[in-house]
């Protein structure tokens, strides 16, 4: 990290990560390219800003820019971000990921707040790395070091929260993630040459209310399913937790022991509208994270749809739907315990089941503007659940005794459902929970850890939507095998076929069923 933000690096190269060349980087902000949004970032030596390809300042002159693969590598080069382009406004977009999955998975543990109390070292021994080789990778792939990243990532988060918000400077800065208000105060004096109150004057009409709440945008690389992944969302809402409507989501949670609301419309222009409504301004960060994660928001839909399109069968899909995303998880014990209730029976099912648990051990939300939306509580803590009597609400003994054993387990280590080192040992870890197979393991690898390859290949949605005409499934086997070619964007490929098969005819699929049937038995 730069000592000195005043005086930028004027002889910066190119940095590590970029997979442009010079001259076409430039032709990207000379056309002032939306494609590139978020994929670039441009130093301007003569003064000491760097900007989005968006940005409507006129382009220097060649010899004074210089280009960076994320705001973080620029930010580290000493430059500080552009007041008309805001740098914290393009989407944060994970094309990255198909090269170092360690990156991504260090990304996520960052953004949920893993350099706020730890190191670096700390950091690469959650991922089985060591503290050089992570530095090394984070240099490579974002131009930056995993500290100049956080560090980045709180001044961004801060910036937005002055232009966007009426919170005091005292709540921004302890809502961004900074220590005390003395160091949110320095380093925007040191970055911008003035007092953050200062930048809020500027934009004062720019600014938005939510009674009793904040409200941001949070951008995203268009297009975005919002229907795809709206109707996927709604066909698993718990009843008193979520509510889903065709333009809107609301549901409670429960971060760091403060409970809140959290409400999700889609934007005007590329962006999703956040209103959050938490009693404590410290959890803002990780409200956000999650929010981020919940609707994929980092995703590259261009990059991961030329992919998957080389396979006949999913490039009508793709076609069909382009801007479909992977729906993460808002907690990851309530997303192993939906995946349990749902083993062996229907998604409406387990929605059934799980209303029964959330009515008898969830904790209530006093909040009115929860209620005006039908949310009454908080989905049961592993703690809430130790010792209960589960299977009394109506599911199998060894069902119910599985999820009281992994609300045990899970209270004993709460740091379970982080990423791991890899895939494999992430699955290896989850399939040794109670109750939780190979299915279940790859599911929660894919929604919770945000693991883009990973790929519940047993699956009878994934089988049936690639069902032939003669209405022959393959194999699970078969399937894993041709799944190597969607490496690594499989979490995307199974998308895509989930969403297929939701909407082929039922009279279809009763046809493709007896087929399969009849030559059961022929043979």
Request: glycine fraction near 8%; proline fraction near 8%.
């Amino acid at each position: 990290m730069s000592e000195n933000r005043e005086t930028p690096r004027t002889s910066a190269p190119i940095l590590s990560g970029m997979d442009m060349d010079f001259e076409a980087c430039r032709r990207a902000f000379l056309t002032r390219d939306p494609r590139f949004d978020g994929r670039i970032f441009a130093g301007v030596k003569t003064t000491g800003i760097y900007c989005r390809p968006v940005c409507p300042a006129r382009t220097p002159k060649a010899e004074n820019m210089t280009f960076f693969p994320t705001a973080a590598a620029a930010q580290e080069a000493g430059f500080r971000p552009c007041l008309r382009c805001r740098p914290e406004s393009s989407p944060d977009l994970g094309a990255w990921r198909g090269t170092s999955n360690t990156v991504s998975r260090a990304l996520a543990l960052i953004e949920s707040g893993a350099l706020d109390a730890g190191d670096v070292d700390s950091l690469a021994g959650r991922l089985g790395v060591g503290e050089r080789q992570l530095r090394r990778l984070f240099k490579q792939h974002l131009g930056a070091s995993p500290v100049a990243v956080a560090q980045t990532r709180r001044v961004l988060l801060a910036k937005q929260l002055i232009h966007e918000t009426h919170l005091p400077m005292g709540e921004v800065a302890l809502a961004s993630g900074f220590g005390s208000v003395r160091r949110f105060n320095e380093t925007f004096q040191q970055l911008f040459g003035r007092a953050p109150s200062l930048l809020r004057r500027s934009h004062a009409a720019d600014v938005t209310a939510a009674a009793g709440g904040i409200t941001v945008r949070l951008p995203y690389r268009a297009p975005y399913d919002w229907d795809g992944i709206i109707g996927f969302l709604a066909a698993r809402a718990i009843p008193g937790v979520e509510t889903v409507a065709p333009r809107r989501y609301a549901r409670t949670l429960a971060v760091d022991g403060a409970r809140g609301v959290v409400i999700v419309t889609p934007g005007a222009g590329d962006y999703l509208v956040a209103e959050i409504r938490f009693p404590k301004v410290h959890a803002l960060p990780a409200v956000i994270a999650r929010i981020r994660r919940v609707f994929d928001l980092t995703a590259d839909p261009g990059l991961i749809g030329d992919h998957l399109s080389q396979d006949p069968a999913l490039a009508p899909l793709v076609a069909a739907r382009p801007g479909l995303r992977a729906p993460g998880a808002w907690d990851g014990f309530e997303l192993a315990v939906r995946a349990i209730l749902g083993q062996q029976i229907t998604v409406t099912a387990a929605r059934n089941l799980a209303a029964k648990l959330v009515e008898a051990y969830g904790e209530p939300i006093d909040d009115p503007a929860a209620a005006a939306l039908g949310l009454s509580c908080v989905f049961p803590t592993p703690e809430r659940l130790v010792g209960a009597d589960i299977a009394a609400l109506g599911m199998p003994r060894s069902r119910g005794a599985a999820l009281e054993a992994l609300a045990r387990t899970v209270a004993a280590d709460p740091t379970i459902f982080t990423p791991r080192a890899d895939l494999e040992s992430a699955i290896a870890a989850l399939s040794a929970l109670p109750g939780v197979g190979e299915w279940t393991a790859q599911y929660i690898a894919l929604r919770e850890l945000r693991e883009p390859d990973a790929f519940p290949h047993a699956d009878i949605g994934l089988l049936r939507a690639l069902t032939d005409e003669a209405g022959a499934r393959p194999t699970p086997q078969q399937l894993l095998a041709r799944s190597q070619a969607w490496r690594p964007w499989r979490a995307y490929a199974a998308q895509h076929l989930w969403a297929a098969d939701a909407v082929q005819p039922p009279k279809a699929k009763e046809i493709l069923t007896r087929k399969k049937t009849d030559a059961r038995r022929a043979a």
